[in-house]
């Protein structure tokens, strides 16, 4: 199941990629195996967000421990950026894990 967490508990606030005046959402999905967590980060990384980089950004890791997660923290300028970049984003996994399900 997928998790929402507050950024207090995250490592975002090292990262440079976010100013720390940005509203920042993350995502922790955990996937069953190794395989299928890369063929999913690789098929939604070419996507960027909809808005410019100076407005939402995001980053993408794979964690490994205890199981395979996708933790992907996205950063931007206002809450409804944030908000609406999340939902495209949620949009577009859902297709891939979709597919994945289908054919793999």
Do not use: Y
Request: with cysteine; aromatic share 2%.
């Amino acid at each position: 199941m997928s998790t929402l967490q507050p950024p207090s508990t995250l490592d975002h606030q090292t990262d440079s990629n976010f100013p720390s005046n940005w509203h920042i959402l993350t995502l922790d999905i955990p996937i069953p195996d190794q395989r299928k967590a890369q063929i999913i980060i690789d098929a939604i990384s070419p996507d960027k967000p909809v808005k410019s980089p100076l407005l939402v950004r995001r980053s993408i890791k794979l964690l490994s421990d205890p199981v395979p997660t996708i933790r992907i923290c996205l950063g931007a300028l206002t809450v409804r950026q944030a908000r609406v970049s999340m939902d495209h984003l949620i949009s577009d996994l859902d297709l891939v894990i979709e597919t994945l399900e289908t054919f793999v």
